[in-house]
């Protein structure tokens, strides 16, 4: 435990000044996503009890998990609030980075939790309490939250398949570890049946609707994401394609559940006719990730989508997708910040920007609504160990969406939660881009 401060000039009052329009909560929520964190012997007794990293798909840390302090990867909190401080911060939404090598430390300060930077005082950590489904188990001695964990304490997120099969060097995105991260999952749990590849749904259904009988609001499900691994041959002897996989699930999740709780359906891109199926069975958005804009980069950072589907039907199919969906039900993600990833990308910041600023425009024109994620450079990956991006490319990348989503009149991509409201609102916890406006 701490009880002093040091005086070097926090990163947030640095580019507080440089970008004086932009909330603190924005440049400090994207310097931690691009740096992570990490959390002192009393910071993490203080988190004892809270709801804890699920690694539900990729790893989404900086560290590899026998690189953190014992015990550290499983018993962090999955995502904490920060708020208050001598700034005055509103309550932020972010998702936990692990990385033992960061400046940002929370620590306990004179009996509160605070998140620091160099050993100064930012703000105020609320650590996630658990929903009342955390802890149940099925009979064969799974819990219900390694079927569906709860992000945000907001979104029930449920991986239907957990690998991909877009695979190896040629194949998978060089910035995902969705394949690793089961390998290593499993070696953690040393149990291949919590860490199974395909979940079962009626277990899904199950802890679904145990979610949704929650008590306390602040834990209430918004919205149900469902996303896995790329499918391109049979599973299991069953479909070979995401959406007779996934179909089954949003069946039994609109008979048991109703029409309530949207579905946030996120594949590899889909034949139109595909995404009809998905509209009529009860998805509210179908997202086809694009991950990044420039056609060049694409087939080099994403070659297995680049060699099954191509970046040109890509595209065309998240512009027709706005007819079948409507405007925020197409929301490809966009990786912020690997349009930089070197050898390949962009060398310096404007360019970047300027690749990344043409994307909007195209698809926010024509209704697509791309919303950002932090570039997380895990250690599964090819291009791990990558210097993190410049924070200057992703302000301003968070600039140029905000601008475009508003030139357009756009609503929120469905799903997420409120978008645009300025610090405070969103609880979308991967990008800074949401807390801007208000
Ligand atoms: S398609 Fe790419 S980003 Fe998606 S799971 Fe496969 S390798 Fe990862």
């Excluded at 002093?4 to 996503?33: F, H, N, Q, S």
């Excluded at 203080?46 to 026998?66: D, E, K, M, V, W």
């Excluded at 499983?74 to 609030?81: F, K, L, S, V, Y």
């Excluded at 070696?187 to 306390?216: F, R, W």
Aim: hydrophobic share 40%.
């Amino acid at each position: 435990m701490s009880t002093m401060a040091e005086t070097a000039d926090p990163t947030v009052d640095v580019y507080a000044r440089k970008y004086p329009g932009v909330p603190a909560e924005v440049i400090l929520k994207e310097d931690l996503l691009r740096r992570g964190m990490t959390f002192t012997d009393a910071a993490m007794e203080a988190a004892r009890g809270c709801r804890t990293q699920a690694y539900y798909l990729f790893s989404y840390n900086i560290s590899g998990h026998h690189d953190l302090k014992e015990g550290m990867s499983t018993a962090a909190p999955e995502d904490i609030i920060f708020r208050g401080g001598t700034r005055g911060m509103k309550r932020t939404w972010i998702r936990v980075v692990l990385n033992n090598a960061s400046p940002y430390v929370v620590d306990v300060v004179d009996g509160t939790t605070m998140l620091c930077e160099n050993g100064v005082p930012l703000a105020e950590v609320v650590y996630p309490s658990k929903p009342e489904y955390y802890g149940k188990t099925f009979a064969d001695g799974m819990r219900y939250e390694q079927v569906v964990p709860l992000l945000y304490n907001s979104y029930a997120f449920i991986t239907t398949f957990r690998a991909c099969h877009y695979w190896g060097d040629k194949e998978e995105c060089r910035f995902c570890d969705i394949n690793y991260n089961l390998r290593e999952l499993r070696k953690l749990t040393g149990d291949h049946v919590t860490a199974d590849a395909i979940k079962d749904v009626s277990k899904v259904v199950e802890v679904l609707a145990a979610m949704a009988a929650e008590p306390d609001p602040a834990k209430r499900m918004l919205t149900i994401l469902m996303t896995g691994g790329s499918i391109v041959r049979p599973l299991r002897g069953g479909p070979d394609n995401a959406t007779d996989f996934n179909l089954p699930y949003v069946e039994a999740i609109r008979e048991r559940l109703g029409r309530r709780v949207p579905i946030v359906m996120i594949t590899e891109s889909q034949p139109l006719e595909n995404v009809k199926r998905f509209r009529n069975a009860g998805v509210t958005s179908h997202n086809a990730n694009l991950e990044v804009w420039d056609k060049r980069l694409f087939q080099i950072i994403a070659p297995g989508k680049a060699k099954y589907i191509g970046y040109d039907t890509w595209v065309r199919r998240l512009v027709e997708a706005v007819a079948i969906m409507g405007e925020g039900g197409v929301s490809p993600n966009m990786v912020s910040g690997v349009e930089m990833a070197q050898p390949w990308g962009f060398a310096t910041v404007p360019e970047a920007v300027r690749s990344a600023r043409e994307g909007f425009e195209f698809l926010m024109s024509q209704g697509v609504i791309p919303h950002l994620d932090t570039w997380c450079v895990e250690p599964g990956t090819v291009l791990a160990g990558h210097p993190p991006v410049p924070l200057d490319f992703l302000i301003q990348a968070d600039l140029a969406w905000y601008e475009t989503w508003r030139k357009y009149k756009l609503p929120p991509f469905a799903g997420y939660g409120p978008v645009g409201g300025g610090p405070g609102v969103a609880v979308y916890g991967n990008t800074g881009s949401v807390d801007l406006g208000g």
